[in-house]
């Protein structure tokens, strides 16, 4: 659109066009509200987007962000989205070898199934059956927690009285969640699985005293109530451009190409200066709702920056013209790719990987994650591809901090994705680099990013993808009634490091439109 006019008043300003800016400014346009949103670059979505990055190939990846869970279902609803997601069969495929020989551990496709395949790899029912427990416990817990996430924010002892399960709260909210791995589980593969989830995007060991590894997990198995993690249909970017929709069609103006410079406020007005390709403009707002991170928040007020944040993944994009053969030939590819393909994650591997990283040296076996999007949502690929067998793979590597790549970026970016194919590699028949699509220019259809390189993108800070450490859904100090207050009244925090941001969710461009929407009727 063209450049707001100078001086132009607006109900509301939103900084950054990402999933949470944007369902902030549908909330407000709808209630009524003249809404500007400002977006450095030239698209709406932020991270949460498909692009096509392999030149001269149809195929659509959700680039940055790859599923959904934690996007409640009454955001869709109130904002009418079009927008739907697909549950996968299987949940998780974990190669290993085990006596000499290939074998997994495959969870999904049915009970029954999946208890052969614990006592198959284990050889009886006790680790399944602490499976079943464990998550029974975290399933109940995500009942009663989900629902509070696009509420006030409740107290400590509010949030444990609705749990109501003293020792699901001191498993989850007190005890280093590698206590309870230990104490339910034996076998190392099986921990790991369960480990998992308490380190993506986090730098932690399974006993930091922080807990900062809990708050990680915690936020992985509640999401709808269920913990389940799914396919968003047409790719990540079909959320975002639902919600761009339904902004724009409230009344909200979206300005792309507009970058967010300076917030001066006296906490009842706000006067936002902004830069494009031709000059610098001002708007005026009763409210700023800010959806980068606390960082660039700090720099738009002026104000002391919070502690520096740090990201700790790795980010692999791939095309395959065929999926891999396996090693276990008791498992499809089909199966075990379409759920979280788990790699060198064993729960010493993990430890070992983090004690490495620690120590300043990127892992020798990292661990990471890989999961087929186009066998459950083939829309994402142009027919004629689909036909010819091709697919994605997303990869998510661990414990890859932002500080070892701090040196020489591009040489470490390129020693960890070796490194990290070779993991790979290990599980499979035949090299994952055979499997891999060409470009239009021949070239292997590969993309890694390091976490500098999610800085450099993206803009977020340290390339932590929750824009700083995750918080615990309760009110503490600070915080205020929504988890979105800032020290002016009139700016608001609506990005993913709001109390209860992270992930894609929604959930923090939901509460600050209510925290606005509230201070207008007082």
Excluded at 227 to 239: H, Q, R, T
Excluded at 288 to 308: I, K
Aim: proline share 6%.
């Amino acid at each position: 659109m063209p450049a707001p006019e100078k001086h132009r008043r607006y109900d509301a300003v939103v900084v950054g066009g990402g999933h949470n800016g944007l369902v902030a400014a549908a909330y407000l346009a709808r209630a009524g509200r003249s809404v500007l949103v400002l977006e450095r670059l030239a698209h709406t979505g932020g991270a949460a987007v498909s692009t096509r990055p392999f030149a001269g190939v149809d195929a659509r990846l959700s680039r940055y962000s790859y599923l959904v869970s934690l996007l409640p279902a009454k955001i869709v609803r109130d904002l009418g989205l079009d927008f739907r997601v697909r549950a996968r069969t299987v949940s998780s495929y974990t190669p290993a070898e085990r006596d000499g020989r290939p074998t997994g551990l495959l969870v999904g496709g049915g009970e029954q199934r999946t208890r052969e395949a614990f006592a198959r790899l284990t050889g009886s029912d006790r680790e399944y059956r602490a499976w079943q427990s464990f998550y029974g416990m975290t399933g109940r817990v995500a009942r009663k927690v989900f629902p509070t996430l696009t509420e006030p924010l409740p107290t400590r002892a509010e949030l444990r009285a609705r749990v109501d399960d003293e020792d699901a709260w001191r498993t989850l909210f007190e005890e280093p969640i590698g206590v309870a791995i230990e104490d339910r589980f034996t076998d190392d593969l099986v921990r790991g699985v369960v480990l998992t989830d308490a380190l993506i995007g986090t730098f932690a060991d399974a006993h930091d005293p922080g807990l900062k590894q809990n708050r990680c997990f915690l936020y992985h198995v509640i999401g709808g109530g269920t913990g389940d993690w799914n396919v968003p249909v047409g790719g990540m970017g079909a959320l975002t451009d639902a919600l761009a929709a339904a902004a724009r069609t409230a009344g909200a103006d979206l300005a792309t190409g507009h970058e967010a410079v300076r917030v001066r406020t006296d906490g009842r007005e706000a006067e936002v200066t902004f830069r494009t390709a031709d000059g610098e403009g001002t708007v005026v707002a009763r409210h700023v709702l800010v959806g980068a991170s606390p960082h660039a928040l700090a720099e738009l007020t002026g104000d002391e920056p919070p502690a520096p944040a740090e990201g700790a993944q790795l980010k692999v994009n791939m095309l395959l013209k065929r999926l891999p053969r396996l090693r276990d030939r008791s498992v499809d590819p089909r199966e075990a790719f379409s759920g979280t393909f788990h790699i060198a994650e064993g729960y010493e591997e993990l430890a070992a990987a983090h004690a490495q990283a620690a120590a300043g040296e990127l892992p020798s076996a990292p661990p990471s994650e890989i999961y087929c999007h186009s066998l459950t949502d083939p829309t994402i690929l142009v027919p004629e591809l689909v036909e010819r067998g091709w697919h994605t793979l997303t990869l998510f590597g661990l414990h890859t901090p932002a500080r070892l790549f701090a040196a020489d970026n591009d040489t470490a970016r390129e020693e960890l994705l070796k490194a990290t194919l070779a993991q790979l590699d290990a599980h499979l028949a035949e090299p994952i680099t055979d499997c891999l699509a060409t470009d239009a220019d021949g070239r292997p259809c590969i993309e890694a990013k390091t976490p500098l390189d999610l800085e450099r993108d993206l803009g977020l800070p340290g390339g932590n993808i929750f824009h700083r450490e995750l918080s615990w859904p309760y009110a503490q100090d600070g915080t205020g009634r929504w988890g979105v207050e800032t020290r002016h009244p009139n700016v608001l925090l609506c990005g993913a490091g709001a109390v209860r941001g992270g992930g894609v969710s929604g959930v923090p461009g939901h509460n600050a439109a209510m925290a606005v929407l509230e201070q207008d009727a007082t």
